[in-house]
């Protein structure tokens, strides 16, 4: 079985503030990792991901990630945050192998301060 | 590049009614899903499909049913729907190979159905 728990259901930041969203994830077998935007009425995006390669993940609009296996956590940060960003994020786990579901957490929602 | 394809974008249910929502993935992947969303809950999955001609169980599956209809299509149908099925539904689609690693495993998602039943 697999979980993810996002910390935070809202994260405020200011523009221009570093941005850090906190993801933890359970799962028995090496995991496959991703982080997606949802922007108002629309779908989700992918933002980034982690499939065994890098630990550190680059993504899209300057968005990057860190797999720690000690840690069990994959979480999203942006060095200086923008209007723009503010979104509901999901992290999700997918197993790379048996169970092939993508599990998502509950969301973080990202307000961005002028 | 269509993607992941949704309809309708919008309903309105009276309760008790029925509607069938569509999907259909331009990719050739074997597995699709059906989630729902609610605030505070993420997304939930309802249904999903390993591949054509097979569907499980999910979270969420009570009040809904699913017809696989091809390798592209994955439909969703509410046969008497509640006020407590009002949500924004996503349908997603990805690739699966057992045995390899995959490039590109992540999910690609449809734009959602936003339906209110009243």
């Known amino acids: 079985a697999q979980s993810v728990t996002q910390l935070g259901s809202h994260v405020s930041v200011s523009e221009g503030a570093l941005v850090l969203l906190r993801c933890n994830y359970s799962?028995?077998?090496?995991?496959?990792l991703f982080w997606y935007v949802q922007y108002p009425n629309q779908g989700l995006q992918l933002l980034l991901k982690y499939t065994s390669a890098a630990t550190l993940v680059k993504g899209i609009n300057g968005f990057e990630a860190e797999f720690k296996k000690s840690e069990t956590s994959f979480h999203l940060t942006k060095p200086s945050a923008h209007m723009s960003d503010a979104a509901e994020y999901f992290c999700a786990v997918r197993p790379s192998g048996g169970s092939y579901i993508p599990t998502f957490g509950r969301g973080t929602s990202l307000i961005v301060h002028p | 590049n269509a993607g992941v394809t949704q309809t309708p974008k919008f309903q309105v249910l009276k309760t008790g009614q029925s509607m069938t929502l569509q999907c259909a993935q331009d990719m050739n992947h074997n597995s699709m899903y059906w989630y729902r969303q609610d605030p505070g809950m993420g997304l939930r999955l309802i249904y999903y499909s390993a591949s054509e001609g097979t569907t499980d169980k999910g979270e969420v599956p009570n009040g809904y049913n699913v017809s696989r209809l091809n390798k592209r299509e994955f439909s969703l149908r509410l046969e008497s729907a509640a006020p407590s099925q009002t949500s924004v539904y996503f349908c997603?689609?990805?690739?699966?190979?057992?045995?390899?690693?995959?490039?590109?495993?992540?999910?690609?998602f449809g734009q959602g159905t936003r339906l209110t039943v009243v």
């Open positions: 997603a689609s990805s690739e699966v190979r057992a045995g390899f690693l995959i490039t590109s495993p992540e999910a690609f």
């Open positions: 799962s028995s077998v090496p995991p496959y």
